[in-house]
């Protein structure tokens, strides 16, 4: 692996994810034009931050606002990785977010919320380095937002749809239904309901208990099973379900039904 490495997916135009495996790379003050959000994995550093000093351990998160200059000089003798995402604050704008101002200022993280965002930030870097859906990645990344925000990092807020959330939840399972081998995308989600990917997510977890990707995952799966009783070639069936490649497909496979592809066609 090299010691700098990004990540992009052309469908998230407005992501970037960097990962830095290099104890001797210091940075000079900077800005940058997008909201970041970063994670030390071992190590710690010295961030300056318009003026203010931050001691940053492994395990900790710590952000910045569009245009904020900052600079940081990781310790010496010291193994320093760390990861971080680059979000551009259109991308931020267009959510439907309540309080979603609070990240226009710097901060670390007390230690429950940290842990919490923790997770999810490194749900989106296994994501992105496997190539995982956008659906998955951005989901993700709109959850990590929404604890980023929210004082008690709840799962669930009041809907501003009432009864009509049954109505939009059945529409994107029937997209999802007549589209689960393809690429979807949040993006896409929100023009077939009419209503924002924030408010999407929470509604159909809210009515299902997974969100969009896990739901579609689940049939594809499904209609893998299926494929795979008709003996057909693992690799074509990955394929054509949509997902990345066969090992992939293995491993989504073997969460759901407790084994292989392989061993699943050869009992049947």
């Keep these: 692996m090299a010691d700098v490495t990004f990540y992009r997916d052309e469908a998230l135009p407005f992501l970037e994810a960097k990962r830095c495996h290099k104890s001797d790379l210091a940075y000079q003050k900077h800005f940058h034009e997008e909201y970041s959000i970063g994670l030390i994995d071992e190590g710690e550093t010295q961030a300056w931050c318009d003026g203010i000093l931050w001691r940053v351990e492994a395990g900790r998160m710590i952000s910045f606002p569009p245009l904020m200059f900052h600079a940081c000089q990781p310790a010496e003798d010291a193994q320093w990785k760390y990861k971080m995402l680059f979000i551009k604050p259109e991308w931020l704008a267009h959510l439907e977010m309540p309080d979603i101002n609070q990240l226009h200022i710097p901060f670390l993280l007390e230690n429950g919320k940290n842990e919490a965002c923790s997770k999810l930030l490194n749900r989106i870097m296994e994501a992105l380095t496997r190539s995982g859906s956008p659906l998955e990645i951005e989901t993700a990344l709109i959850e990590l937002v929404h604890k980023l925000v929210n004082k008690h990092a709840s799962d ?30 949040l993006d896409t989600l929100e023009q077939e309901a009419g209503i924002s990917r924030y408010h999407l997510i929470r509604m159909f977890k809210k009515s299902t208990h997974v969100p969009p990707h896990v739901y579609q995952n689940l049939l594809r799966i499904n209609h893998a099973k299926k494929e795979l009783k008709n003996r057909r070639p693992i690799a074509e069936i990955a394929v054509d379900t949509g997902f990345y490649d066969q090992s992939h497909f293995s491993k989504a496979f073997a969460k759901i039904v407790g084994a292989t592809p392989q061993t699943y066609a050869m009992s049947v």
């Design 156 to 185: 669930l807020t009041h809907e501003p749809y009432g009864i009509l959330e049954p109505k939009y939840v059945n529409l994107l399972k029937e997209y999802i239904h007549a589209h689960y081998t393809d690429r979807i995308t």
